[in-house]
């Protein structure tokens, strides 16, 4: 059974950092991908990024490129996520999720079959 675990979230202030946690187990599969999606209140599931469990390739959405990096460790089964500047903006639940069947442009959240409780980020001063 596919498990993931998000950690890292908080409260941070307008212009901080944060790094996100997903621990990702239960994989069998040598071909998935981990992306992570955020969700603000009133709003819908967004994908942010995505990295590929072959060959580490990462992919961004647009609103995501700049401030986010997406990143993995695969001997501890981790993938992160570090966020720049945050902007109050930025609040939201952040989810990782995994999925076998991604497609490689725009992060779909239909492609994606498992998914993590969700940890939640708040900026704000």
């Known amino acids: 059974q596919v498990q993931l675990v998000e950690s890292g979230g908080g409260l941070v202030q307008p212009g901080g950092s944060l790094t996100l946690s997903c621990a990702v187990s239960?994989?069998?599969?040598?071909?998935?991908?981990i992306a992570w999606f955020r969700q603000a209140p009133g709003e819908g599931r967004e994908g942010i990024s995505r990295i590929q469990s072959s060959d580490g390739d990462t992919y961004y959405e647009d609103s995501a490129r700049g401030r986010f990096t997406i990143s993995r460790d695969n001997a501890k089964n981790m993938v992160f996520l570090h966020i720049n500047n945050l902007k109050p903006e930025d609040t939201a639940t952040y989810y990782c999720?995994?999925?076998?069947?991604?497609?490689?442009?725009?992060?779909?959240?239909?492609?994606?079959?498992?998914w993590g409780q969700g940890t939640q980020v708040t900026v704000s001063s």
């Open positions: 999720a995994a999925s076998f069947h991604y497609g490689l442009g725009y992060i779909s959240r239909i492609e994606y079959d498992y």
């Open positions: 239960g994989v069998t599969k040598d071909t998935y991908a």
